[in-house]
Every structure is written in structure tokens, then in C-alpha cells.
């Protein structure tokens, strides 16, 4: 069946590094979605990207879709305690355009 | 509009007792997502509907549960009896148009014990 695949599972960074987390679909997307979850909290959507090819930025985050319109990433430049939480794509399912398929998710996790 | 609306925010409750959990969406949103969330299997689609009807429910685990929507601003998801493995967190979800940008309730994190 169609699948989202998201690495990696963690990723411990210093503040002040970078973070990236990369998502892979199975099938072509109509779209991906990004979203992310604080500790505790619940998903937020971040943006939608549609367009093969497209780069969006919001402030420090870089979202990227692929040509193929296949595989996604999300970067984060200079992460902040802010930043925290876990990251998830979503894309729709190839046979019912009304449901999200979703990646495991990616938590960022600031060593201290 | 104040977002999706879940309560209870936590529940506590004996194995084998009946479990009501209940969802506000957004008004005017026409989809509608009940998800479980764990640590083991992370975000799952249990049922959603579309204009109050179910449209999907393969994701529901078991008869145990079940879900209702009598109308556009309110929606229940049931578990009956509860057991120990359906302590998760269930987030309830709208949207406008499917599968576009979801809005999560803060959900309701369950514990059966």
C-alpha cells in the first residue's frame, strides 16, 4: 500500500546547528503537507507545497519538494529551543483524495 | 472561531468502562478526522466523515469503538468496554476540503487502567 516514509526517526543537535528531516513517498503527491508537534501539544499545520520543484521558506525553515514530486524535506537553520518538537509530512492518498497519509515524524531534540 | 474543540483533555478510567470522547470542529470545515496517537505506531486515521457521514472507518481497531457525527458541529468517538491498550492520546481533526490543511483539537489523552 502507498506509504510515507520519514528519516530520520531523531535527530540531537546543539543549538545553533541545522536540522533537516527528509520524507519519501511511495506513489506520486498532489501535494505535501508539514506540520509540527511541541512536546505535548498537538499537530500544526507549517505549509502545503504543490508545485514540483518548489521551495518555500518561512523564516528559518526551508521546505523543499521534489521533482518527481515523490520525496520532501524540511530544513531549519541555526535551531532554536523554540524549534523543538516532532515534524510530519503528510500527503493525500492516491485513492481518496480526501485522506492525509502521514510520515512517522522527525523530533528535533536540542542537546543541552 | 476558537479552533477544534476537544474535551475531556485527560480521562482516566477502569478497563472495561464505556469511554465518550467529543469534538468540536470548525464551523463551516465539512471533513472531520478522529486520530489515535502512541509512541508504537505514532498517528493513525481511525474514522473521518464527510458532511456528518462516515466515510472511512477501516482504521477503527475494533468493534469496541465507534464514532458518530448527528451534525456539523459535534462528534463522539466511544470505546466500549475500554482496555488497557487503547490508553493513547485521540486527536480529533477538521478540514474544508479533505485532504488540505487539518486543524488538530488539543486532544484528549486517555489512560485505562
Known amino acids: 500500500g502507498q506509504q510515507v516514509m520519514q528519516i530520520p526517526q531523531y535527530q540531537h543537535v546543539q543549538e545553533g546547528e541545522d536540522f533537516t528531516t527528509y520524507c519519501n513517498s511511495s506513489t506520486t503527491l498532489s501535494n505535501i503537507q508539514w506540520y509540527k508537534q511541541r512536546p505535548g501539544g498537538h499537530p500544526v499545520f507549517l505549509i502545503q507545497l504543490v508545485k514540483s520543484g518548489e521551495v518555500k521558506k518561512q523564516k528559518r525553515l526551508t521546505f523543499q519538494f521534489g521533482e518527481a514530486k515523490k520525496n520532501s524535506s524540511l530544513h531549519i537553520t541555526a535551531t532554536q529551543t523554540t524549534d523543538v518538537g516532532t515534524y510530519f509530512c503528510?500527503?493525500?492518498?492516491?485513492?481518496?483524495?480526501?485522506?492525509?497519509?502521514w510520515g512517522a515524524g522527525t523530533k528535533l531534540i536540542i542537546k543541552p | 472561531d476558537a479552533g477544534v474543540i476537544q474535551s475531556p483533555r485527560h480521562e482516566v478510567t477502569e478497563m472495561g468502562q464505556e469511554v465518550t470522547l467529543r469534538c468540536k470542529p470548525i464551523s463551516g470545515h465539512d471533513y472531520l478526522f478522529w486520530y489515535r496517537q502512541t509512541m508504537m505506531r505514532g498517528l493513525e486515521l481511525l474514522i473521518y466523515?464527510?458532511?456528518?457521514?462516515?466515510?472511512?472507518d477501516s482504521g477503527m481497531p475494533e468493534d469496541r469503538f465507534s464514532a458518530k457525527m448527528p451534525n456539523a458541529s459535534f462528534s463522539t468517538l466511544k470505546i466500549q468496554p475500554s482496555e488497557p491498550r487503547d490508553s493513547a492520546v485521540y486527536f480529533c481533526?477538521?478540514?474544508?476540503?479533505?485532504?488540505?490543511?487539518?486543524?488538530f483539537g488539543q486532544g484528549t489523552r486517555l489512560t485505562v487502567v
Open positions: 466523515f464527510n458532511n456528518n457521514v462516515p466515510i472511512d
Open positions: 481533526a477538521s478540514s474544508f476540503t479533505g485532504a488540505t490543511e487539518a486543524f
Open positions: 503528510a500527503g493525500p492518498r492516491v485513492d481518496s483524495n480526501y485522506q492525509l497519509i
